[in-house]
């Protein structure tokens, strides 16, 4: 969960950046940096989304607040937060959170990379407020700093970024209420992600519950490993071991959570992340099929047709009519932009083999 110290050397910060700092600090690294709700000092919760291509190693922890617990979602880019000898190893999609309540926390963001991260950005007393009656189930580093007065900083341990955690960050451009109703919205979803990110799991947590909980993470755990790796898929065996159970138990969990089998997800999911590299027009026809595992382009036509609506040569230009028949939004497409929205379409049941990855 936390390794060593590093060894190269970092800066560090004990007291974070004052009101109104955040965004020039973001601004004056070059990155572009959007605040989608909130506001920390008003609100107590803020949610920040950073795209930054650094060319030197980027001091991080000067964007960090006082007082406050920071979640992480990582997208792209690789970052490190350190607290005295434990931290934080961001690489792309993982996702982790960390406390500066007045001690110092060291952070950077390696140069050269592309970096896409979501902040969601809480004060100690908004949390203190809302989750203190729940104390004793949080994770320790939320009890020693709403229910302890001695200064903290530490860090939770890093965790593979789920399909549930990419849902929350999509659910965020697209509040569903008017906008008299929005801060009261995003304050939910606010505590949605804590309730996500700030909980325990306990011994006394019922068997059928744990069972229920374990399965959606073997399922987004699945749904990552495939996204990952879209043009040579791993086999059934293969993946049923990566996430740490038999083939049979994931391919009916795998139903179970998301209404397709693991073959009707993955054929969709690749004809997505297509039609992606498509609408980009950075990509003809064949070079998409093959980055997402077709070599039969007749056979990538079809089902591309049957999915959109339209062929794959006119995607780019398809007509209204086109675009309604067209799913509402990936499902398996990785967030590389607070752009993306929409949910998934659920078909019927059906039992199959992965497909192999180039046909």
């Known amino acids: 969960m936390v390794n060593a110290t590093p060894s190269t050397v970092l800066h560090s910060v004990a007291a974070g950046s004052p009101p109104g700092y955040e965004q020039p600090f973001w601004q004056r690294a070059g990155a572009s940096w959007r605040q989608l709700a909130g506001n920390f000092t008003r609100d107590g919760f803020s949610f920040e989304w950073h795209e930054i291509r650094p060319a030197t190693h980027l001091n991080w922890a000067g964007s960090f607040h006082p007082g406050s617990v920071e979640i992480c979602l990582n997208l792209l880019g690789e970052g490190r937060v350190v607290s005295g000898t434990t931290q934080i190893d961001f690489g792309a999609d993982t996702a982790a959170f960390f406390v500066t309540n007045g001690a110092h926390l060291k952070a950077k963001r390696l140069a050269g990379q592309n970096h896409e991260f979501l902040s969601v950005e809480f004060s100690i007393p908004f949390l203190r407020q809302r989750l203190t009656p729940d104390a004793g189930q949080l994770h320790p580093l939320l009890q020693g700093c709403l229910l302890g007065d001695t200064p903290l900083a530490g860090l939770s341990g890093p965790t593979p970024l789920t399909q549930r955690h990419r849902e929350l960050l999509k659910s965020l451009l697209h509040p569903p209420v ?11 979803k606010a505590l949605e992600f804590a309730a996500e990110f700030f909980f325990c799991a306990h011994a006394e947590e019922p068997l059928c519950t744990r069972a229920q909980r374990l399965g959606a993470e073997r399922v ?36 179970r ?18 039609a992606e590299l498509l609408r980009t027009r950075q990509y003809n026809v064949t070079e998409a099929a093959l980055e997402v595992g077709y070599s039969s382009l007749s056979h990538f036509s079809q089902a591309f ?54 046909r």
């Open 305 to 358: 047709h049957e999915m959109f609506g339209c062929c794959p040569g006119l995607y780019p230009m398809r007509t209204p009519a086109q675009r309604n028949h067209s799913p509402d939004r990936p499902i398996g497409s990785r967030v590389t932009s607070p752009s993306e929205s929409a949910r998934p379409d659920i078909h019927p049941d059906t039992t199959e083999a992965i497909p192999p990855a180039r």
């Open 220 to 255: 987004a755990r699945a749904k990552t490993i495939l996204l990952e790796n879209l043009a040579e898929a791993p086999s059934l065996e293969e993946l049923g071991r990566r996430v740490g159970c038999s083939h049979y138990y994931l391919s009916r969990t795998f139903t």
């Open 257 to 274: 959570e998301t209404g397709l089998t693991l073959s009707q997800w993955l054929r969709r999911a690749r004809l997505e992340r297509a």
């Open 178 to 188: 008017l906008a008299s109703a929005q801060r009261l919205w995003f304050e939910a």
